[in-house]
């Protein structure tokens, strides 16, 4: 296992590399004798000790990376993220101790190497500044770790490898596990049944493409499951099409239940990845405008002033934007209970996307009318700033009436100014709102409720 990966270093940088590294241990890193010693450099994955010139790299750390980024992963094998973990870890370990200036080693062990003032980071600028022997030099840095078949063995990496599957077997008897990592477990033990001969489902080659940058930003504004399913199931036969034409053959395998899955070997699956992705994106990004033309033709109408054909701006706000995600929900849900979007409003209550000038009022895609009513009345009995006489900003006043933190006020507010104005002239009452300069004269800082919405 380790000789692969000495194999990227050239003959001239592993003779420097015994010059300054005694020996190469493998441990937990609770097993780790050298913690909190002066002279013994410590990194997340491995530590040196400058005392016996030890490099030690912690197995149960990097194992646990390894495990993280399959766990985070749409598609690959647990053994494989392990193997690639290792690989970079012990890459980086070997880089950082070959640039250990030689000169230092005697000094370096009567320091605390893992302070983190000014002092001590200088010194390792220094200690690890011998640029001029690194084997950055000499490792083929092109190097492509999915290219890289798998180890047989995986030495101490293989025991905490199948300890972590007994640990998901008892979770899943406990029903502790999510339902997708429920099918990563099963899945990475058919692979483990075929030897690892095969190392990818066609769920994951699927999985694999839609889970891509292209279509992250859209899976995040489009959360629902049934959306998802629909593109997982148009995906999945635009591969199944690809890979027919061209007479790509998957491994066919039929478990206990007389499920069939379909797996695909390593090398086939780094082939062909690219194409399938190429080939969901033309396509499957086609039939996302086309949800989007509906959703905007369903919506060209301001449900408030009746305004047709004005709502453009307002609908890519919503569809496109994460921060009006529950909007979108909303309107979609909307759009399924009904044909025409005058079934979803009447004289009291309105619903869909306002028009620009309606949405600054509203700042919501439903709501009572009275509602509105009240909040242009407010707008103007509350305009001017009973202070300094100044006018107040609409956007101020607005973002007050809507704050929930203000709600008794504003009720008080809207109670008051249904009164007449003949009673404030009477009693000499100043009531009103006082404009953002005087609020924090009076308060001694801004007005918390100032906010745009879009």
Request: glycine content about 2%.
């Amino acid at each position: 296992m380790i000789g692969v990966i000495l194999e990227k270093f050239d003959t001239n940088f592993i003779k420097i590399l015994n010059e300054k590294v005694n020996e190469i241990q493998f441990l937990k890193k609770e097993e780790s004798s050298s913690l909190k010693q002066t002279g013994c450099f410590i990194e997340e994955c491995y530590e040196f000790d400058f005392h016996k010139q030890n490099l030690c790299l912690y197995l149960d750390i990097i194992f646990e990376k390894g495990y993280y980024w399959w766990f985070q992963s749409h598609s690959g094998a647990l053994r494989r993220y392990v193997w690639e973990s290792f690989f970079r870890e012990f890459i980086y370990a070997l880089i950082k101790v070959s640039r250990i200036d030689t000169r230092l080693i005697r000094e370096a062990q009567v320091v605390d190497l893992n302070k983190a003032d000014i002092k001590t980071q200088d010194f390792l600028e220094k200690l690890f500044g011998n640029v001029g022997n690194s084997m950055c030099a000499s490792i083929s840095l092109r190097t492509e770790l999915s290219k890289e078949n798998l180890p047989k063995s995986l030495g101490y990496l293989d025991k905490l490898y199948n300890e972590k599957l007994d640990e998901l077997k008892v979770k899943l008897t406990r029903r502790l596990i999510t339902h997708n990592l429920k099918s990563k477990y099963y899945n990475e033990l058919r692979k483990l049944k075929h030897h690892y001969k095969y190392e990818y489902t066609l769920s994951e080659l699927v999985n694999y493409c839609i889970h891509s940058t292209h279509f992250e930003s859209f899976f995040k504004y489009n959360s629902s499951r049934e959306l998802k399913q629909e593109y997982y199931k148009m995906a999945k036969e635009l591969i199944l099409e690809f890979l027919e034409k061209y007479n790509i053959k998957l491994k066919k395998y039929q478990d206990s239940l007389n499920c069939t899955h379909y797996f695909l070997t390593h090398p086939l699956f780094e082939r062909i990845k690219s194409v399938c992705l190429q080939i969901c994106v033309s396509e499957i990004q086609i039939k996302s405008l086309e949800h989007y033309k509906e959703f905007k033709q369903f919506y060209s109408k301001c449900p408030i002033c009746g305004k047709e054909n004005i709502n453009q701006v307002n609908c890519e706000k919503i569809y496109f934007s994460n921060k009006f995600n529950y909007f979108k929900e909303t309107l979609i849900e909307g759009m399924h209970q009904a044909e025409a979007l005058a079934e979803l409003n009447n004289k009291e209550h309105y619903f869909g996307i306002p028009c620009e000038e309606c949405f600054y009022l509203a700042r919501n895609i439903q709501g009572d009318k009275s509602d509105l009513e009240n909040l242009e009345i407010f707008l103007q009995k509350y305009r001017i700033c009973p202070v300094c006489s100044n006018k107040n900003h609409s956007d101020y006043l607005i973002s007050f009436y809507y704050d929930e933190s203000k709600k008794v006020l504003r009720e008080s507010l809207i109670k008051r100014m249904k009164q007449s104005e003949k009673e404030d002239l009477l009693f000499k009452i100043q009531l009103g709102i006082p404009c953002c300069k005087c609020y924090e004269e009076i308060f001694g800082e801004k007005p918390e409720f100032i906010n745009q919405f879009f």
